[in-house]
């Protein structure tokens, strides 16, 4: 049994507890109650109710740490000690539709000194209730799932890469920025799959499932477990171009490190013309 840290227990306990009535709800999901709360942008009762399990949860464990929800928003803590990142179900709409492709995630981001804002991710865990799938990282550490340690692909050449991605869809995204991206990106690898979970897709890169994702306009809570996962799995985490992969920016490109430098020129060419 792989020992971690008593902070991956807590997150793992939270995300367990959490998860019962996700597959509850997720049976019976022609019967949820949903409210629309923006263009194409739903949240059901499954939803809340699953981010306040997790509240709870986590607030008895660590009661002067602050939180970023995707329902919430921001819950003020201790400015000097770290703050829970959370998204209840990332993946929403395939909830909705009775897609078993969904996560909870759970990330830690630290405190910089003097509690002047936020800094790195050290831990970080996504969780499908479906599949059962526990994929966790801490820093210098490693990423695993479930006791197995994950690597990212070994793969080297493009034209034999798998890269998922997420799709403009209404009232979110620049769709004629995409299109140049996927004019660059598509002919040149082996297959691009949009599944619909920036969570998942990382942990899948994290396994070696995916050879690579990009995205923007991604909210933190989405992408924060997810980056640690990938760099703990021995990848390359950064934005589009090249820089730091912060959460609050919302841009990832991730991949091993032969396959990130070659995406990373053609997102790069694709955003200068």
Do not use: C
């Amino acid at each position: 049994m792989v020992s971690h840290s008593g902070l991956i227990t807590v997150m793992t306990r939270a995300a367990r507890k959490a998860a019962p009535r996700l597959r509850r709800d997720f049976g019976e999901v022609e019967q949820l109650q949903v409210s629309r709360k923006g263009p194409a942008d739903f949240v059901s009762m499954a939803d809340e109710q699953a981010e306040r399990t997790l509240v709870e949860e986590l607030r008895h464990a660590r009661p002067d740490w602050g939180m970023l929800l995707e329902e919430g928003g921001a819950i003020e803590g201790d400015p000097n000690k770290p703050r829970w990142v959370i998204d209840p179900i990332d993946g929403t709409s395939n909830f909705l539709h009775g897609i078993p492709h969904f996560a909870i995630s759970i990330a830690v981001q630290e405190a910089r000194p003097g509690g002047q804002g936020w800094g790195e991710i050290s831990h970080g865990l996504v969780y499908n209730p479906i599949t059962d799938e526990s994929f966790w990282a801490e820093k210098g550490r490693g990423a695993w799932l479930q006791d197995r340690r994950l690597r990212v692909s070994s793969r080297r050449d493009l034209s034999e890469a798998l890269i998922a991605t997420g799709v403009p869809y209404k009232g979110h995204g620049d769709l004629e920025r995409f299109q140049r991206i996927m004019a660059a990106v598509g002919p040149e690898v082996a297959g691009i799959r949009r599944f619909g979970s920036a969570a998942l897709d990382l942990a899948w890169v994290a396994a070696g499932r995916y050879d690579g994702f990009w995205e923007e306009e991604l909210q933190p809570w989405d992408i924060a477990a997810g980056l640690i996962l990938v760099r703990e799995a021995g990848g390359f985490v950064t934005d589009f171009r090249g820089g730091s992969a912060d959460p609050a920016k919302g841009q990832v490109l991730a991949a091993n490190e032969a396959l990130h430098s070659r995406l990373h020129k053609l997102l790069a060419g694709a955003l200068r013309t």
